[in-house]
């Protein structure tokens, strides 16, 4: 079992700070990939920020130079930390990892989802 658990959605105003986390437990062999999607209203499921397995940290256009993607490899937690955002960032955010179990496969797990509204 792999179980992603994600805190710290919520309302913020325009131009405020939001921090998301997911933490990532269970049956963990390794993460090979791990970060943020999201969905508006009416819209397909976006990347907002992700790391893969080398370590690269890939942002969406849109959010680069305001969101901050970090992680935290022995909590096997990552964060998003969300400055100066705009309403059209309201959404559901999705964390995603791609984790290698002890059965030797990889498969990709999602969490819950939680709702981000920008508004003033």
């Known amino acids: 079992q792999v179980q992603l658990v994600e805190s710290g959605g919520g309302s913020v105003q325009p131009g405020g700070s939001l921090r998301l986390s997911c933490a990532a437990s269970?049956?963990?062999?390794?993460?090979?990939?791990m970060g943020w999607y999201r969905q508006a209203p009416g819209k397909q499921r976006e990347l907002v920020a992700d790391?893969?397995?080398?370590?690269?940290?890939n942002y969406a256009n849109s959010v680069r130079g305001r969101f901050t993607f970090s992680s935290d490899n022995a909590k096997n937690t990552v964060y998003l930390q969300m400055n100066s955002p705009k309403p059209e960032d309201t959404a559901v955010y999705y964390c995603?990892?791609?984790?290698?179990?002890?059965?030797?496969?990889?498969?990709?797990?999602w969490g819950q989802g939680t709702q981000v509204t920008v508004s003033s």
């Open positions: 269970g049956d963990i062999v390794s993460i090979n990939g």
């Open positions: 790391i893969n397995s080398d370590g690269r940290v």
């Open positions: 995603y990892a791609n984790i290698r179990r002890s059965t030797g496969y990889t498969s990709t797990y």
